[in-house]
C-alpha cells in the first residue's frame, strides 16, 4: 500500500512529568495570587498526575498547598489525610522547603482536630526546618501559632516563652504592631497566671504602641487594663505599679497621668454604657404612658469622643504599618484557615469577648444572691407541683 494512503499516525504522548511540571506551575501561580477556584483545578490536576507518574516532588509541591484549600472548604479529614502524604513525599526526595511548609499546615491542621501533641510535634519540626532554609518569617509564624496553641490548652506558661521568640524578631525589626498583638496576648496569658503585675507589664506595653499606632486595639487594651485595676484592688498599689512601669525607657505612654486619663475615660464610657442598658431593660416591660413618663426625665447624655492627648510630631516613615500586617496573597489563604494563628480563640483571636474571665462570673453570683435564691424558689415549687401531679395522676389510676 502507498504510503501516502497509510492511516496518520497518532499525536506523540506528553511526557508525565513536563505535564505534572506545567500544572503545577499553573497551580502555584493561581494560589499565590489568591485565585483559589483556578488554584484548586490546576493543583487537582497536578496532583493527579504526579501520583499516576510517581513524581514524590509534585505530589508534595501539590499536596499541601490542596490541603489548605481543602481545609478552607471545611473538608478538614481529607485536608490531614492529603498534608500527611504531601509530607512523607517530600521526605522521600529531601524537598527541604516542601518538608517545612507541609510540616506547618500539617501541624496546624492537627491543632484544629484536637491532636494536639502530634500537632506540636510537627509545628516544632517546622521551626527546626525554617532555621535550616534561614526563613525567619517562617520561624516567626510557627512560633506565633505554637504559642497561640499552647494558650488555647492551657499551657499559659509555655505560651508566654514561645511569644518572646516573636517578640524579639519584631523588637530588632521595630515592627510595633506585631509587638502590640503580642504583648497584650501575654498580659492576657499572665492574668490566667495570676501575675497581675506581669500582665500589667505587657497590657502597657501593647497600650502604648497602639496608641503610637491609633489602633482600634486601644480600647481592647484599656478593657484589660481596668480589669487588672479590679484585681489589683488596692488603688494605691495600682498606681504605683503603673508608675514604677511607665517611664522615658519605655514606649508610649511614658507618663503616668495620660495612663490614668485614659483609663478613667474609658471607665466613665463604660459606666454610661451600663447606665443606658439599665435603663432599657428597665423600661422594655412598660406600657406606653408609663414608657411616656419616663421618657419624660432627663435621657442619659450621649458618649462623646474620647478626648486623646497630643501626640508628639513622628517621622513620617513611623506612620505606615509594619510590613508583617499586610499580607501576601498566599498568607491570606492561609490567614484564612489557621485560625488558632495569634488570632484565634484558635491560630484567633483577638476580639474583647474571646476571653471573658470566669472571676467576673463568679463575682455576678456574689453581688446578686437575691436572685439565685428567687430562681431556687421557682425550681422547687415547680419541682413539687410536678411531683404532686404525678401522685395524684398514679393515684386516680390505680384506685
Not at 516573636?166 to 495570676?194: K, N, P, S
Not at 494605691?236 to 514604677?244: I, L, P
Not at 508583617?324 to 489557621?338: C, F, K, N, W, Y
Amino acid at each position: 500500500m502507498d504510503s501516502h494512503l497509510s492511516r496518520p499516525s497518532s499525536p506523540p504522548r506528553r511526557d508525565p512529568a513536563a505535564l505534572a511540571s506545567t500544572f503545577l506551575e499553573r497551580g502555584i501561580q493561581a494560589f499565590d495570587e489568591n485565585e483559589r477556584a483556578m488554584a484548586w483545578g490546576w493543583l487537582h490536576k497536578a496532583l493527579a498526575v504526579s501520583m499516576a507518574s510517581n513524581d514524590q516532588k509534585g505530589l508534595a509541591s501539590a499536596g499541601w498547598r490542596l490541603s489548605m484549600l481543602k481545609a478552607q472548604q471545611g473538608e478538614i479529614d481529607e485536608a490531614v489525610a492529603l498534608c500527611r502524604t504531601a509530607h512523607e513525599a517530600a521526605e522521600a526526595v529531601w524537598s527541604r522547603v516542601d518538608m517545612a511548609e507541609s510540616a506547618y499546615i500539617l501541624g496546624n491542621l492537627l491543632f484544629q482536630t484536637n491532636q494536639q501533641e502530634e500537632g506540636l510535634r510537627m509545628m516544632h519540626g517546622a521551626v527546626d526546618l525554617y532555621g535550616e532554609l534561614h526563613d525567619v518569617e517562617g520561624q516567626l509564624r510557627a512560633w506565633r501559632n505554637i504559642g497561640g496553641c499552647l494558650r488555647k490548652r492551657g499551657s499559659y506558661a509555655e505560651a508566654i516563652e514561645a511569644w518572646k521568640r516573636c517578640l524579639v524578631v519584631y523588637g530588632q525589626r521595630g515592627e510595633l504592631a506585631g509587638q502590640a498583638r503580642l504583648h497584650f496576648a501575654i498580659a492576657r496569658c499572665w492574668m490566667r497566671l495570676e501575675d497581675y503585675r506581669q500582665a500589667l507589664v505587657h497590657n502597657l506595653a501593647a497600650l502604648g504602641r497602639h496608641r503610637h499606632l491609633d489602633s482600634p486595639r486601644l480600647e481592647s487594651d484599656l478593657k484589660l487594663l481596668a480589669k487588672l485595676r479590679r484585681r489589683i484592688k488596692d488603688d494605691d498599689v495600682f498606681v504605683g505599679d503603673v508608675r514604677h512601669i511607665v517611664d522615658p525607657a519605655n514606649t508610649e505612654p511614658d507618663n503616668l497621668d495620660v495612663v490614668l486619663s485614659m483609663l478613667s475615660d474609658y471607665e466613665a464610657r463604660q459606666a454610661r454604657i451600663r447606665a443606658a442598658a439599665a435603663l432599657a431593660e428597665a423600661t422594655s416591660d412598660l406600657s406606653d404612658a408609663e414608657r411616656d413618663l419616663v421618657g419624660s426625665t432627663p435621657a442619659v447624655a450621649a458618649e462623646p469622643a474620647p478626648v486623646r492627648p497630643a501626640e508628639p510630631v513622628r517621622p513620617a516613615e513611623e506612620e505606615a504599618l509594619p510590613s508583617a500586617t499586610r499580607s501576601t496573597p498566599a498568607q491570606v489563604l492561609e490567614d484564612g484557615l489557621l485560625t488558632s494563628l495569634e488570632d484565634s480563640e484558635s491560630l484567633s483571636d483577638w476580639s474583647d469577648d474571646f476571653w471573658e474571665d470566669d472571676v467576673d462570673r463568679r463575682q455576678w453570683f456574689v453581688k446578686q444572691p437575691w436572685q439565685i435564691w428567687v430562681l431556687a424558689g421557682f425550681g422547687t415549687i415547680i419541682g413539687m407541683m410536678t411531683v404532686m401531679v404525678i401522685l395524684s395522676v398514679g393515684a386516680m389510676i390505680f384506685r
